[in-house]
């Protein structure tokens, strides 16, 4: 059985209205990217760490893996124009056995734990598939029109976190059926395990531990995050 890492970096951080895309920003003087592509390396759990991303910064990332020495088996990949075909095209681009473990990450979540990476291969071999998920803190409410429609129940709402870990076969598996249905732009690969008709298991995840990077404000969030020592 091995393993593999797949790092999503193809988006170009439009809400971030930065000149570069938001993977590529300084974090405590570190590309984002980098952040979490050590905490892989240095697992010494995975095969091969795939990286999809924009052709156009293809060379960039090149520099950054050797300015950052990542002496691992890395493959750089297209990414496409949703996330959902930049994980088919990493997915793809491996030659698997059925039972290969295959992680999905998000390149704009830089505080990844080795906590989190084995307990997400351990659930993965026990039951097929898992996500990390934390407890929403606010009340959420469903807005059309500018009417609240609906006021959910906060109890069974949890927000997604990545890594998400699967079988190579039950994501792969997945990924076909949704194209084969003209689905092509989900925003998370567990929602795709789910319409195939797969189970997938829950792990409790971490506010400050795997924050997402998605504006300048949770830059300064990272930031003061770093500052306080609470991302290990």
């Known amino acids: 059985m091995k393993h593999y890492a797949i790092i999503l970096a193809g988006g170009l951080g439009q809400r971030m209205d930065s000149a570069v895309p938001k993977q590529f920003l300084a974090l405590n003087d570190k590309p984002i990217i980098i952040w979490a592509i050590e905490t892989f390396y240095t697992s010494s759990l995975f095969d091969a760490i795939i990286i999809a991303i924009h052709p156009d910064y293809h060379k960039t990332l090149q520099s950054?893996?050797?300015?950052?020495?990542?002496?691992?088996?890395?493959?750089?990949?297209?990414?496409?124009?949703t996330r959902q075909q930049s994980c088919y095209n990493a997915l793809c681009?491996?030659?698997?056995?059925?039972?290969?473990?295959?992680?999905?990450?998000?390149?704009?979540?830089?505080?990844?734990?080795?906590?989190?990476?084995?307990?997400?291969?351990?659930?993965?071999?026990?039951?097929?598939?898992?996500?990390?998920?934390?407890?929403?803190?606010?009340?959420?409410?469903?807005?059309?029109?500018?009417?609240?429609?609906e006021v959910l129940p906060r109890h069974a709402i949890c927000a997604a976190q990545?890594?998400?870990?699967?079988?190579?076969?039950?994501?792969?598996?997945?990924?076909?059926?949704?194209?084969?249905?003209?689905?092509?732009?989900?925003?998370?690969?567990?929602?795709?395990?789910?319409?195939?008709?797969?189970?997938?298991?829950a792990i409790t995840g971490n506010y400050y531990h795997n924050?997402?990077?998605t504006t300048t404000e949770d830059i300064a969030i990272a930031q003061a995050i770093i500052n306080n020592n609470l991302y290990h």
Do not use: W
């Open 211 to 213: 924050i997402k990077i």
């Open 93 to 149: 681009s491996l030659q698997c056995n059925d039972n290969d473990i295959v992680l999905i990450h998000d390149a704009a979540r830089p505080f990844i734990t080795q906590t989190m990476i084995q307990n997400c291969i351990n659930t993965t071999v026990q039951y097929g598939a898992c996500g990390i998920y934390t407890p929403v803190k606010e009340t959420i409410a469903m807005i059309k029109d500018d009417s609240v429609v």
């Open 162 to 201: 990545t890594p998400q870990c699967f079988y190579y076969s039950l994501i792969m598996d997945a990924h076909k059926k949704a194209l084969a249905h003209s689905i092509n732009d989900a925003t998370d690969d567990i929602s795709l395990v789910l319409i195939a008709g797969h189970p997938v298991k």
């Open 64 to 81: 950054l893996l050797c300015d950052y020495n990542i002496q691992t088996t890395v493959i750089i990949t297209n990414g496409g124009k």
